[in-house]
């Protein structure tokens, strides 16, 4: 995954945003955290779970969910994959980089 930060980082923000630039075959752990992620899909294809229940996204779709429901996501095409990803987390800024979106 290469995420490219849209935006600067100012102290007392609370969203960071990011183009995730998804390989095919990528697999993501099953996660849950503070907070709420937004995404958009720009090219491509991928398969978000949230408490189990997968949602194909193709180009032009977009979802809105909480962080603390639980949530993984894969690309299972053969094709790349580019996202909008805009959340309550900083990914390129903390400790362990969660697998988002």
Do not use: C
């Not at 899909?41 to 779970?49: A, C, P, R, Y």
């Amino acid at each position: 995954i290469t995420y490219e930060a849209l935006g600067a980082q100012f102290p007392g923000a609370a969203l960071s945003s990011y183009i995730l630039h998804v390989p095919p075959g990528y697999v993501s752990e099953e996660v849950s955290h503070e907070g709420e992620e937004m995404l958009y899909v720009l090219e491509g294809e991928i398969d978000q779970s949230l408490d189990g229940q997968v949602f194909r996204l193709r180009v032009g779709d977009s979802l809105h969910y909480s962080g603390l429901t639980s949530h993984s996501w894969s690309n299972p095409t053969d094709q790349p994959a580019r996202l909008l990803w805009t959340g309550t987390l900083s990914v390129l800024h903390s400790k362990n980089t969660p697998n988002l979106p």
